[in-house]
T-cell receptor, first 117, second 113 residues
Framework: AQKITQTQPGMFVQEKEAVTLDCTYDTSDQSYGLFWYKQPSSGEMIFLIYQGSYDEQNATEGRYSLNFQKARKSANLVISASQLGDSAMYFCAMRERQTAAGNKLTFGGGTRVLVKP | DAGVTQSPTHLIKTRGQQVTLRCSPKSGHDTVSWYQQALGQGPQFIFQYYEEEERQRGNFPDRFSGHQFPNYSSELNVNALLLGDSALYLC????????????FGEGSWLTVV
């Protein structure tokens, strides 16, 4: 069975600094996808970044980058130049079988980030 | 380009009642999944619909049922509500064959009293 672990329940980060959110996963599949989502207090789950298990380069989307270490089964999210609007819950999620259709995700417990001015 | 839309945004129900939540997927998407997110936890997969059929199901009782319509929109029904059903219900959509982009709606906050 799939499992996603986020060991940091909460973090403070100074505005304009970078922050790394940890995510480790466990799966027996060779083909899978990893996602990061941001959830503000409003509840909406906002897609940030995606990494496929066969992607050779780390994914980047603007200020977000994913540090993918396949052998260690980790997929850490790096947010550069933090902004006050980055304060939210962040969830790591995994979808098995990258080449298969469908969108069943397994989520971690989340990390709450608070950006200080 | 409209994203995933859900309704209602908030609702309060009494134990034992039934509730229906609605979801319209992002334009061009044909696969819809529903998730339950209890307070302080990550979302849990309930089920997924494609071509108007339930394709996958998580560990949820039969009180949870759904439907997908020809226009790809979907409903989640919960019967015999329990206090423990109080949660944020999230709808996610994607395009069959392209599971790399999965978008969520803003969710429906259900409170059972």
């Amino acid at each position: 069975a799939q499992k996603i672990t986020q060991t940091q329940p909460g973090m403070f980060v100074q505005e304009k600094e970078a922050v790394t959110l940890d995510c480790t996963y466990d799966t027996s599949d060779q083909s899978y996808g990893l996602f990061w989502y941001k959830q503000p207090s409003s509840g909406e789950m906002i897609f940030l970044i995606y990494q496929g298990s066969y992607d050779e380069q780390n994914a980047t989307e603007g200020r977000y980058s994913l540090n993918f270490q396949k052998a260690r089964k980790s997929a850490n999210l790096v947010i550069s130049a933090s902004q006050l609007g980055d304060s939210a819950m962040y969830f790591c999620a995994m979808r098995e079988r990258q080449t298969a259709a469908g969108n069943k995700l397994t989520f971690g417990g989340g990390t709450r980030v608070l950006v200080k001015p | 380009d409209a994203g995933v839309t859900q309704s209602p945004t908030h609702l309060i129900k009494t134990r034992g009642q039934q509730v229906t939540l609605r979801c319209s997927p992002k334009s061009g998407h044909d696969t819809v999944s529903w998730y339950q997110q209890a307070l302080g936890q990550g979302p849990q997969f309930i089920f997924q619909y494609y071509e108007e059929e339930e394709r996958q199901r998580g560990n949820f009782p039969d009180r949870f049922s759904g439907h997908q319509f020809p226009n790809y929109s979907s409903e989640l029904n919960v019967n015999a509500l329990l206090l423990g059903d109080s949660a944020l219900y999230l709808c996610a959509s994607s395009l069959e064959g392209d599971g790399n982009t999965i978008y969520f709606g803003e969710g429906s906050w259900l409170t059972v009293v």
